[in-house]
């Protein structure tokens, strides 16, 4: 900055503040005070009017949101169809199987306990070899 360009004001600052300052100022770089308030002002004044007009941030918001929505749309589509595909597997076997409600509720219970010992990554090829072990 040129000199023309600059003006000479007096400010009155509570010592410690000024010492924070001065210390703040030399650990991050700052070459003078000058440079150190000349910043915080101007971010000062950019933080107040983007508070004041925060168009930015609402479309930012705007935008996530939408993009959320998306997401979860797709997610549900595709655990609807799951849960189709799932429904008619499960009306075959039954068809094919005499199992007793407990021993449904038995493959129920070993199944959630599977898929959580697993955190969900449960292979047919593994079931199967433990059926077969038997």
């Known amino acids: 900055m040129d000199s023309e360009s600059m003006q000479r004001i007096s400010l009155y600052l ?17 070459s003078s005070r000058n440079e150190l308030f000349s910043r915080a002002v101007e971010s000062l004044m950019t933080d107040n009017a983007l508070q004041d007009n925060d168009f930015l941030g609402e479309k930012l918001a705007g935008a996530v949101m939408k993009l959320s929505e998306d997401n979860a749309k797709a997610i549900s589509k ?52 433990g059926y077969y072990d038997d």
Not at 82 to 106: D, G, I, K, N
């Open 14 to 30: 509570d010592r410690g503040l000024v010492k924070r300052a001065d210390k703040f100022a030399k650990e991050q770089g700052f």
């Open 78 to 129: 595709g655990l609807f169809r799951y849960a189709v595909q799932l429904e008619m597997v499960m009306r075959m076997l039954a068809e094919l199987s005499e199992y007793t409600p407990e021993q449904v509720e038995e493959m129920r219970r070993e199944a959630i306990n599977n898929v959580r010992r697993t955190r969900g990554k449960v292979k047919l090829e593994d079931i199967l070899a």
